[in-house]
């Protein structure tokens, strides 16, 4: 089949497309490399799919193409584009964040409801469950965002499912479960510990380092997307997407002292507005409907992890 993989430059959009082109599928990418982080790293995810057959990509704003154009010949979208990062989603920023994760996921609905797409899968995430002591959390809990960020998250969401009972829009959608790994965004916990550890600088923690989630390494993500598109049963439903376990910040960076074999110096600064204390996926629909099973380890995900960022220390030092 011929997919759309929308962010198709970032962390998880080039992982996505890279293995649904070794499934045999074809990929047209779109990135509008934002100014969230540098060029050059999303450059440098592209490395495995430029020039390969079956992939192109078109650097564009989705906002700005003429959707007969972006899902001409296309049959399944994976719409992983998003403006990322709950602690700058707040104040003015919030219009950027309306734009590129509600205003697109709307816009590419209205295309799908024209083109008649095989399916549409949401990247969601668990933000939108908010700060709950009522764990693990399941698809269908009560979603109290505490954040500008999973507020529009939750409303995209929303939106595929009024085109899913209203128009016959086939749409999943996926919760993420804080994703690791290679490519991980440079603004994101871990990339930011390990190259601290590295560098030997001190790790910026914000909180005690109590605070635990389901943290779920980036090929486990990949391959509930993937299944996710093509599962009959996947129509119209809502899937948590975790690692299978919940551990704390701190035993975190225990795990990467060991790894690295460097001494963490922690400089512990205030909760940031919008962080939740606990997070932890109930993945027993995605098991049930996807046949999703996670399969790396925290131990060996983070391993990977460093590996990938000791490789491109040259490259990340330069931003």
Not at 56 to 62: F, K, Q, V
Not at 222 to 239: D, Q, S
Not at 279 to 298: C, F, I, K, N, W
Request: charge should be positive; aromatic fraction near 8%; charged fraction near 25%.
């Amino acid at each position: 089949m011929k997919f759309l993989v929308t962010g198709a430059a970032g962390f998880i959009g080039s992982t996505v497309s890279e293995r649904l082109l070794e499934l045999g599928h074809q990929v047209r990418g779109i990135d509008s490399f934002t100014d969230y982080y540098p060029r050059r790293l999303k450059e440098a995810n592209l490395e495995g799919l430029r020039g390969r057959p079956g992939f192109d990509l078109l650097e564009a704003d989705i906002m700005a193409v003429e959707p007969a154009r972006l899902l001409e010949g296309v049959e399944v979208v994976v719409h992983l584009a998003a403006q990322a990062g709950v602690r700058r989603s707040w104040g003015a920023n919030f219009a950027i964040y309306t734009r590129n994760n509600l205003l697109t996921t709307q816009r590419l609905l209205e295309a799908a409801k024209e083109q008649g797409l095989r399916r549409l899968v949401y990247a969601s995430s668990s933000s939108v469950y908010g700060d709950t002591s009522d764990l693990p959390m399941r698809e269908t809990s009560a979603c109290w965002p505490v954040s500008p960020y999973g507020v529009t998250k939750l409303a995209a969401e929303h939106l595929c499912g009024l085109y899913y009972k209203n128009f016959g829009v086939d749409t999943a959608s996926l919760r993420y479960f804080t994703v690791y790994g290679p490519r991980q965004r440079p603004d994101m916990a871990f990339h930011r510990f390990i190259r601290a550890l590295l560098e030997g600088a001190p790790i910026r923690l914000f909180g005690d380092g109590g605070q635990s989630r389901d943290f779920t390494f980036v090929s486990d993500v990949v391959e509930a997307t993937v299944a996710a598109a093509l599962a009959p049963a996947a129509a119209g439903g809502v899937f948590n997407v975790g690692g299978g376990s919940r551990v704390s910040v701190n035993q975190v960076i225990a795990l990467l002292e060991e790894i690295t074999g460097r001494r963490a110096q922690v400089e512990r600064l205030a909760v940031a507005k919008g962080d939740v204390r606990d997070t932890e996926a109930d993945a027993s629909r995605a098991r049930q409907v996807l046949s999703y099973q996670p399969r790396v380890g925290l131990r060996e995900g983070l391993a990977a992890e460093v590996a990938w960022v000791r490789r491109m220390h040259q490259l990340l030092k330069e931003v």
